[in-house]
Each structure stands twice: as C-alpha cells, then as structure tokens.
C-alpha cells in the first residue's frame, strides 16, 4: 500500500501540471485536495517554477462536518454521503479515501479532543497519590470535560462522547487504545472506592458515574448550542 498512490496518483498531478497546465514563473497555482493526486501536483509546480503555489487541505473541512453531524445527527444514523455532501465534495468516496471508514473519521474527531483533554487531566492528578480523597480524582476526571462547554467543538464532542456508552465497560482492555494514560489511572483508583464495597459493585457504580457524567454533559451542550435558557451558568 506504500507504493499505490505511484500507480496512478503521482502520474494524474504531475501529468496534468506538466502536460495540460504547463505553469510558468508568472502564474499562480491552487490544489484543491492534499492527497496523493495534489501533492504530487504541487511537487510538479513547484519543480516547473511556478511562481505562487498554494495547497488547500479537504480532510480539514470533512472532518468538520463530520464532527457535527456525528453530534446533530447521530453517529450512526448520519451518512457518508451526506458528511461528504456537507463538506461540498462531490465523490462519496473522500471520506473513507482520507480516514478509511466512518469510523476511522470518528477516532480522528476523538483523538484530537482527547489529548489535549488527557494532558490537562494528567496535571490536575499529578498532584495526587493513592491517599488523597475520591472527590479530588473526581474533580480531575470531570473538570477537563466540563472545560469543552465553552466552545461549539468542544460540545459537539460532548455530544459524541455520550453516544459511545456502550464502550466504556471495555475501558480495562489496554489492547483497544481506547482510554488514554491519565484517564486510565483515574478510573482505577475510583474503581478501588469505597474498598468495603465487592468489585462487582464498585465496577458498576464507575460505570454509573461514567455513563451520567458524559450524559449530563451531552445534555448540556445541547441546550447550549440550541440556544436554550439555563438555570445555572
């Protein structure tokens, strides 16, 4: 797969550029797309001397849609069709020729988001041993969430995240990458609390925590984004 895009990619942007285009020193050039295609069209500009060259990067813009949709929507209900569609592309297939499925698009949106999210919950908790009180790890696993309210990115992850509820009872396995180092480490000493109670009941009541955190906060981006009164700012 390393070498595809030589099979027909670079021989369409260099083969247009050179061959149809012929660019000179006083013309200028815009790529739609970064790519296989594109790059190679840039390269190929660049080589010929032209003299303005300017690469515009789609993924950005489908990954923006596909990022509200997967919240107005739903995850699952919205289609690719229409995340392409939205992003003012003409061929269905971008979305998946870019980030390989929708899910592929979905762990981009949540990689994006969670890091910086898991870098600042790594510096709420690393003030914090196995002796300090539940509602300090608590408050580090919560405050790095609540902080996305402040913007429409930031709440329509919100939105995202509560739609995937049924993931979290995997977050022990470490082989799905699917929770971060710090949020790891917060939820396996909240799991441990209260240390009288069986596991059984200390797993469920974590999962209870998790699924009403992300919940709530779902619902309170909503309301924030539709514009709704609130009770409390």
Known sequence: TTLAPFGCGYQTGVGTVLNVL???AEDSLVVYGAGAVGLAAVAAAVAAGTGTVVAVDLQ?????EAERLFADVGIWRVTVREIVEAAGQRNASALTYHFGSREGAL???????GAPIDDRRGELLSGLDTTAPTHAYLSALVQPMTACLADQHGRRYLRI????AER?????DESTG???PNLDRALRILEERPPGLPVTVRR???MAMM????????????VLDDGLPTELD
């Open 22 to 24: 012929q660019p000179g």
């Open 60 to 64: 950005a813009s489908r990954l923006a």
């Open 107 to 113: 762990d981009r949106i949540l990689a994006a988001h």
């Open 161 to 164: 995240v509560a739609q995937l």
């Open 168 to 172: 979290f009872p995997a977050w022990r």
């Open 178 to 180: 699917l929770v971060p």
């Open 204 to 206: 469920e009541r974590l």
């Open 211 to 222: 699924q009403l955190m992300t919940s709530s906060l779902a619902e309170r981006a909503r």
